[in-house]
């Protein structure tokens, strides 16, 4: 650690392994952010999971993903290892992004130019990752970082996996992804799950920014959070999602769901919040419907928020 100066009253975050602080360069003063992670050698030596977020960000080296520029190890204590992640420093991550927003200028969400631009980003990050095969399991507003240029950056890969898109033998947890994020699949117990689950925490956080912060679904534990998804949504049938009565967690009381109108959805948008809100559920029905499959699913709404295309015209380039 010799290298770096590290500010402890600068906490960044906290997590099941440790704490991230802010830090300086001790030559150049470039800030960064140290992921400090601590381990019982004696007990459990380094979780493999930790292995497996290391080996992910090595991997990954994009534009709009944070990078992880070293990795240090502290063996001063017998008992217990501590590994530090040396990684890319960002000011602010979406979530308290918006909060600032809504804060000073009057409960506002953010501006349509603005949500186009991180979803761009976002897009663009999340199809690289996609391309190399890496689902990132937790994509929310607190894992999205922007830098002073309002460049947006994709950040924690701890729940990320390796994925192949057309083997139908794999099996993952469904215990990934923030609840209020987390796709209908995960919510009914497939355990044989694709790159639709980060697709659709994407038009989630859509929706997030053009309603000033407040998230569409939100509920207390799984079943609320479907019947929040459904109340909204509408309960997908057989012939839109074959299959789905079947799922292990599937409940036959969610069938009376019916979709709801925008204009009870969210009553007080202004219209181009509005449309972008629209984008965000036809692209959450796609998700759940029988083009859930389709590979190159994402690239659509990434079009469609650049071209600024109608609503009655956004379903189809979804589907590309």
């Excluded at 601590?38 to 090595?58: A, H, N, R, T, Y």
């Excluded at 991180?118 to 689902?135: D, P």
């Excluded at 099996?171 to 790159?195: H, I, M, Q, S």
């Excluded at 009553?267 to 759940?288: G, K, R, S």
């Amino acid at each position: 650690m010799e290298n770096y100066i590290i500010d402890k009253t600068k906490l960044l975050g906290e997590g099941t392994f440790g704490k991230v602080f802010k830090a300086r360069e001790k030559i150049g003063g470039r800030a960064v952010a140290l992921k400090q992670m601590k381990f019982d050698l004696q007990k459990d030596g380094i979780p493999g999971c930790v292995m497996k977020e290391i080996s992910i960000m090595k991997e990954l080296k994009h534009k709009h993903v944070v990078r992880i520029l070293d990795i240090i190890h502290d063996f001063t204590d017998r008992k217990e290892r501590v590994l530090y992640l040396v990684l890319e420093h960002l000011e602010i991550d979406l979530r308290r992004y918006m909060a600032l927003v809504r804060k000073n200028h009057d409960s506002a969400a953010l501006p349509v130019p603005v949500i186009q631009r991180f979803t761009r980003h976002l897009m663009k990050g999340l199809a690289y990752c996609h391309s190399h095969r890496i689902l990132h399991r937790d994509l929310k507003p607190g894992n999205l970082l922007i830098d002073v240029q309002q460049r947006l950056k994709i950040a924690d890969f701890g729940q990320s996996v390796a994925f192949e898109l057309y083997d139908r033998s794999q099996c993952f947890t469904t215990k990934v992804t923030t609840r209020w994020y987390r796709a209908p699949e995960l919510l009914l117990g497939e355990v044989n799950y694709t790159n639709t689950i980060d697709i659709w925490s994407v038009g989630c956080i859509i929706s997030e920014m053009a309603r000033a912060g407040r998230p569409m679904f939100v509920a207390k534990d799984d079943p609320g959070q479907l019947c929040a998804i459904f109340s909204v949504l509408g309960a997908p049938t057989e012939s839109l999602w074959p299959g789905v009565s079947m799922m292990p967690k599937w409940d036959p009381a969610l069938e009376v769901l019916q979709p709801k109108s925008m204009i009870d959805i969210v009553p007080h948008l202004p219209i181009e919040a509005l449309d972008l809100v629209i984008v965000a559920m036809l692209y959450l029905l796609a998700t759940i419907s029988a083009l859930r499959q389709v590979p190159s699913g994402y690239i659509g709404i990434s079009r469609v928020l650049t071209q600024r295309k109608s609503p009655a015209r956004i379903a189809a380039p979804v589907a590309e």
